[in-house]
């Protein structure tokens, strides 16, 4: 049986990453704030991290999927940036995954399929910059550099380490008026894992597979 841990996996694309890989029947370790949670994980709180890490040494992971993130305060400009909350983006959207990837990569290297995936955005498309929500964007682009740079140190262990961006997605996050459901933006984002090769590590892929420049 195959194994994937999905942080965030309490609300929107995390618990549906949680529900439909747990429907096609993998073991699924979804990991949630609060005390209260079956995996309880705060990515801020990076030896909490390592705690849960030995706590489940010697179980090979075969995706982790790093999706824990926040947006920050919405309206964020150019001669309004609330720079506390862009410090709290960056801790969470890049910091957070960075010391969950390290915690875990051996738990990753120990399994069959080898995958790490972290939750991105388009929005963090340096190509494709509209130079809005910029706090939030440069979360995500600085998170994709991490994905670059973990794929080429990660390449003799046989790790693959992508970036994904889900799409416009009817969350909490991405608001009522997103045109993509959870469900359909799962569904995609499954498919493109199950592809994925050696030669694909380091790609920022969309949900429906398409290449997305960065």
Known sequence: MSTILVTGAGRGLGRELARQYAAGGWKV????????AEYPLDVTDFEQAKKLAGKLRGTPIDVLFCNSGIIGKRGSALGAFD???????LRVNLLGAAAVAEAFV?????????????????LGSIAESS???????TSKAALNMLVKGLSSALKDRGIVVV????????TDMGGAGAPLGAEASVSGLRKVIAGLGPADSGRFIAH??????W
């Open 29 to 36: 370790i979804g990991t949630e704030r609060g005390r209260n």
């Open 83 to 89: 720079f506390g909350s862009w410090e709290e983006l």
């Open 106 to 122: 051996d738990h990753v290297a120990a399994s069959e399929k080898k995958v790490i995936a972290m939750m991105s955005s388009r």
């Open 163 to 170: 970036a994904l961006s889900p799409g416009w997605v009817r």
């Open 208 to 213: 429906d597979g398409a290449s997305i420049p």
């Open 131 to 137: 130079g809005v929500t910029l706090p939030y964007s």
